[in-house]
């Protein structure tokens, strides 16, 4: 038996797991699982062989005319899930997705990131990132109706900021399930908190995001329960108008082995021509990538100007009203922080389109122009103009018509996913458009 299976197969039996959660997200980042009992005899050939999966009735994947796929647990993800009682102990193992021919399926995200992290392997790279995923928790009245859990501000203490102690039991969960929790704060908006965790290598985060939002809304559920009151987390992007929604900023660096390829001590900001081409890169591609990075409609609601959202294609060192901002680590904490991306996404194929945008960006020395350190928020349509900055998308259907004139981005998926998912978000924004909304009631019933 291979060793790292006994390993864990062993760590298994310390940990008294009774039930296996093979895990693995459809095309909308929404994740899926089939529980197995744990048998220990059972393990090599499961890991070895994997088990059938009805791909065709998961968003994205095949038809019933096809439907047959194999699920494979990655050995190296074993994690138990500290949620879970001890006495009926769960572990979870993210899952890969073949064919039965047992060739990597075409429309598997993890797949999709896993293409792009072998291709630049090719030249030696690894693309880490650094994920900063907000959410609220919401109080929820007896029509189903959520409303603010709470009335604080930016890094607000108790009595005003309600999330302190779930923010604690959630840290304290998280570190058992192996993240480097490095701070947590109550965030700008009323009931928005956020928890950041250790920068890791882009598959390794990709999986961690996933595994934070569902530990996240699992702790939440049994507070709630054992609490006897009704409060939930959501990592919608704009839950309410007037105040600030939920992003997830994705801080980026290339390493050359130990070397961080975006450095350079002799330019006049730090930065190398690859930072400063992989910046390009991103603003080029820009609208066909916010497809990806903020993929449903209530994404739209977050990117407008006012709300600290980044609308705006331009970069900063310090500036966070542009897109892409810089913060002022220098050596190997070098990164470039793209502000757009919201925690709706599917991180697999967000990261993985943000990686090959950039790359193309230091292929094609694609340059991003000059850093821009004025207050975007204050400038008049004239003035973006006279200065040549412009804006993201302003709805789905806008930024699902960018990516079908993108190559560069639709490569990055795979002919499979891009047509998959673009089909997915024409039926999205169909369904939104024939929607009559309290809004439009309230408005224009007595016209």
């Not at 999966?53 to 074993?78: C, H």
Request: hydrophobic share 40%; charged share 25%; aromatic share 10%.
């Amino acid at each position: 038996m291979n060793e790292r299976i006994e390993a864990v197969i062993d760590q298994m039996k310390e940990d008294n797991i009774k039930f296996i959660r093979l895990q693995f997200v459809d095309i909308n980042g929404t994740v899926k699982t089939i529980v197995i009992p744990f048998n220990p005899e059972k393990m090599e050939e499961l890991f070895e062989e994997g088990m059938l999966l009805d791909g065709s009735s998961i968003a994205g994947f095949v038809g019933i005319n096809e439907s047959d796929l194999v699920l494979k647990p990655d050995v190296n993800t074993y994690s138990r899930l500290s949620w879970r009682p001890e006495e009926s102990a769960v572990c979870r193992f993210i899952c890969d997705i073949y064919t039965t021919e047992r060739k990597p399926f075409a429309g598997d995200p993890r797949n999709v990131l896993k293409k792009s992290l072998e291709h630049i392997a090719k030249s030696g790279y690894t693309y880490n990132i650094g994920p900063e995923p907000e959410f609220f928790i919401v109080d929820i009245d007896d029509e189903g109706k959520p409303s603010l859990f709470d009335n604080a501000d930016y890094f607000d203490v108790e009595p005003l900021d309600k999330g302190a102690d779930f923010r604690r039991e959630i840290s304290l969960n998280l570190e058992e399930l192996d993240f480097d929790v490095e701070a947590i704060h109550h965030e700008v908006a009323p009931g928005q908190n956020e928890i950041a965790f250790a920068f890791k290598d882009a598959l390794k985060t990709a999986d961690a995001v996933i595994t934070f939002k569902q530990a996240i809304r699992s702790i939440v559920d049994n507070m709630a329960t054992y609490d006897q009151l009704n409060y939930k987390v959501t990592f919608m992007p704009k839950p309410f108008f007037g105040i600030s929604g939920s992003g997830m900023h994705c801080h980026q660096s290339l390493f050359k082995r130990d070397t961080n390829i975006f450095y350079d001590e002799n330019s006049e900001n730090g930065l190398s021509e690859d930072a400063m081409h992989f910046m390009g890169g991103l603003l080029a591609h820009a609208p066909a990538l916010t497809a990806i990075t903020n993929p449903i409609v209530n994404s739209y609601k977050r990117l407008v100007p006012g709300y600290e959202a980044p609308v705006y294609r331009a970069y900063g060192l310090k500036n966070r009203s542009t897109l892409i901002r810089i913060p002022a680590a220098r050596g190997n904490a070098t990164r470039i922080e793209y502000r757009s991306p919201d925690p709706a996404c599917n991180p697999y194929l967000a990261f993985a389109v943000m990686l090959e945008a950039g790359i193309d960006g230091m292929k094609n020395k694609i340059d991003p122009g000059e850093a821009v350190e004025t207050d975007l928020y204050q400038l008049s349509e004239e003035d973006l103009v006279k200065s040549c900055i412009k804006v993201l998308p302003t709805s789905l259907w806008e930024a699902y018509h960018s990516l079908e004139e993108d190559p560069v981005v639709l490569n990055a998926l795979g002919s499979h996913v891009s047509s998959k998912f673009l089909e997915l978000k024409y039926k999205e924004w169909d369904e939104y458009r024939v929607q009559v909304f309290g809004y439009e009631v309230e408005r224009y019933l007595d016209i």
